[in-house]
């Protein structure tokens, strides 16, 4: 079956702009979270959703990230004002509840210049 | 507060020999542990997992993990390395909250010489 999937896989965005990136998880997956990799950080925990509300958001760096999921499916992770230190790997994970197994997305690769 | 410390941020083994990937974790419940795999440019991909119960856990290809509870370890093995296995490495615990969200250890890259 279908996996979870992330767009775009890539973006490059110039400093100061905001951007939007789109997780669509396993079709019955109640728990979905994002996770952040970058170099001097490695894999960190953003933001866990169960069903369309957001129990932890202790992960978000700061106040211009902001996330959403609707109909218990589709997340869409922003970025406003984008700053140089926020390029990484954005990776997308869904679980069939919070204590199953997480897969996870491809990612998508943000680049801020 | 839960933690993972993997230690060798880079292990290159020979093709055929034995790789081992070194993981400790710092927790106070009961962890559940995974090891989780990324080649380049892909996502995550859960190699083994222990919860509770038979201490050895054996995952896809090839690889198996011992959870030591006095050594506060988790390492991971395979007896015999391939080409293939050419990839990066997450040790991770499972955070104790009620949320399933996991901790991850800053990653091992293993590279596999001919």
């Known amino acids: 079956g279908a996996g979870v999937s992330q767009s775009p896989s890539n973006k490059v965005t110039e400093k100061g702009k905001d951007v939007e990136l789109r997780c669509d998880p396993i079709?019955?997956?109640?728990?979905l979270y994002w996770y952040r990799q970058s170099l001097g950080q490695g894999l960190e925990f953003l933001i866990y959703?169960?069903?369309?509300?957001?129990?932890?958001k202790s992960g978000l760096p700061s106040d211009r990230f902001s996330a959403e999921r609707t109909g218990g499916s589709v997340s869409t992770l922003t970025i406003q004002r984008t700053q140089q230190e926020d390029s990484a790997v954005y990776l997308c994970?869904?679980?069939?509840?919070?204590?199953?197994?997480?897969?996870f997305g491809p990612g998508t690769r943000l680049t801020v210049t | 507060a839960q933690s993972v410390t993997q230690l060798g941020s880079h292990v290159s083994v020979s093709e055929g020999a034995l790789v081992l990937l070194r993981c400790n974790y710092s927790?106070?419940?009961?962890?559940?542990l995974f090891w989780y795999v990324q080649y380049p440019n892909q996502g995550l991909q859960l190699l083994l997992k222990?919860?509770?119960?038979?201490?050895l856990v054996k995952g896809i290809n090839g690889f198996e993990a011992e959870f030591k509870k006095s050594e506060t370890s988790f390492h991971l093995t395979k007896p015999s390395a391939h080409m293939s296995d050419a990839a990066e490495y997450f040790c991770?615990?499972?955070?104790?909250?009620?949320?399933?969200?996991?901790?991850f250890g800053q990653g091992t890259t293993l590279q596999v010489k001919p």
């Open positions: 994970a869904s679980s069939l509840e919070r204590r199953s197994e997480q897969y």
């Open positions: 079709s019955g997956h109640t728990a």
């Open positions: 959703f169960q069903g369309n509300s957001a129990p932890d």
């Open positions: 927790s106070s419940v009961p962890p559940y």
């Open positions: 222990y919860t509770t119960g038979a201490t």
């Open positions: 991770a615990v499972r955070d104790s909250s009620n949320t399933g969200k996991l901790i």
